[in-house]
């Protein structure tokens, strides 16, 4: 098996193979919990350092309420065993069924951050909000998000012929808001209550909401405000005649500085073909194309996104390139116009 090999949602029989095998060796040692996203994640290892930079990455659960004024969840919902165990093979996997997640013989952090990214991009799915392996780039009002291969390092060119700033690093949480009608104030759905009593979850929802909110009016609407609190709505109230809007949220402390989450109006992919694509985001085309059932986390779901989406696209075959340079200016313009 190769060490870099990681097996997202495994055969029953391997996966709970493994993870009896880890939780055998992580119990008893280090215990950490860390809130991503509304959802309390926790951590059982035998390493020291994977536990320090556990707490150093993610926000703790006090950390985490001091910054949002929200009591977190005492309920886990994400559970991760890294351990080492003599004469076995290293082992990265991921269960989303299990909500579970095995770090065999891996002490790189970027090994734990996978896993545990996979984990809650699939739980956060269901509450119709999508995990983005990339950077945020704040111009005035306006955010942009760059993901794809060098990320990180488009986002710094786009940040300084921008003016701009970087406020959100990978990872990043997307969450679609709609404007509730008495005053403005927008709102994030995470699942809907019908009135018949029938549950919708994950991107669903959103097209329940179009297709059916004006046949059941009091349908209950379970919503999240942009300061993460809970909203509790009507189908009735919410404005599904305007464009929804697209917010960013820091997944890691990295983010903590962020006073409020940057409105989302443009993505730019950085592909490994040596392109650059720019998607101007309406956050009804990215539910139904981009998000549909499948978290926005690999490079194969950016590829997927940049021939499904009729977007503009630029060549730039490295950051020194004159046709990347053009393409970082005609951006600079566009975002100014803004």
């Known amino acids: 098996m190769a060490d870099n090999v990681f097996h997202f949602a495994p055969p029953a029989s391997d996966f709970n193979r493994w993870l009896n095998v880890a939780r055998r060796a992580a119990l008893g040692h280090y215990t950490r919990d860390a809130i991503l996203g509304g959802l309390r994640a926790r951590l059982f290892t ?6 320090e ?8 659960p006090q950390e985490w309420h001091i910054l949002v004024r929200h009591t977190p969840p005492t309920q886990v919902t994400l559970s991760m065993y890294a351990a080492a165990v003599k004469d076995h093979a290293p082992v990265l996997a991921a269960s989303p069924a299990q909500a ?3 770090v065999i013989n891996r002490t790189d952090s970027d090994a734990l951050l996978d896993a545990l990214i996979a984990l809650a991009a699939h739980k956060l799915g269901e509450q119709i909000a999508w995990v983005a392996r990339g950077t945020c780039v704040a111009v005035g009002q306006r955010g942009v998000l760059v993901t794809g291969p060098g990320h990180a390092q488009v986002a710094e060119q786009l940040a300084l012929h921008t003016n701009g700033r970087i406020t959100l690093a ?3 949480l997307l969450r679609i808001t709609l404007t509730r009608q008495v005053d ?10 019908t009135e018949r009593g029938q549950e919708i979850t994950g991107a669903r929802a959103l097209h329940w909401l179009r297709r059916d909110a004006y046949q059941e009016p009091r349908a209950d609407v379970f919503c999240l405000t942009l300061d993460q609190r809970d909203e509790p709505a009507m189908a009735r109230d919410l404005d599904l005649d305007r464009c929804a809007e697209l917010y960013a949220y820091p997944l890691t402390r990295t983010g903590r500085k962020s006073a409020a989450p940057p ?3 443009d993505a730019v992919l950085a592909l490994p073909d040596s392109r650059v694509a720019v998607l101007s985001l309406d956050a009804k085309t990215f539910a139904a194309r981009l998000a549909s059932e499948q978290p926005w986390i690999s490079q194969a779901v950016v590829q997927e996104a940049a021939s499904a989406l009729e977007c503009h696209a630029a060549g730039a075959s490295s950051l020194d390139d004159q046709q990347f340079q053009l393409f970082i200016q005609e951006m600079a313009e566009r975002l100014a116009k803004g």
């Open 184 to 193: 403005g104030v927008q709102l994030a759905p995470t699942r809907i209550l």
């Open 263 to 265: 409105l989302i109006t």
């Open 46 to 51: 035998d390493n020291l350092t994977l536990a």
């Open 170 to 172: 990978d990872p990043v």
């Open 100 to 102: 579970a997640a095995v």
């Open 53 to 60: 930079t556990w707490a150093d990455t993610f926000f703790g």
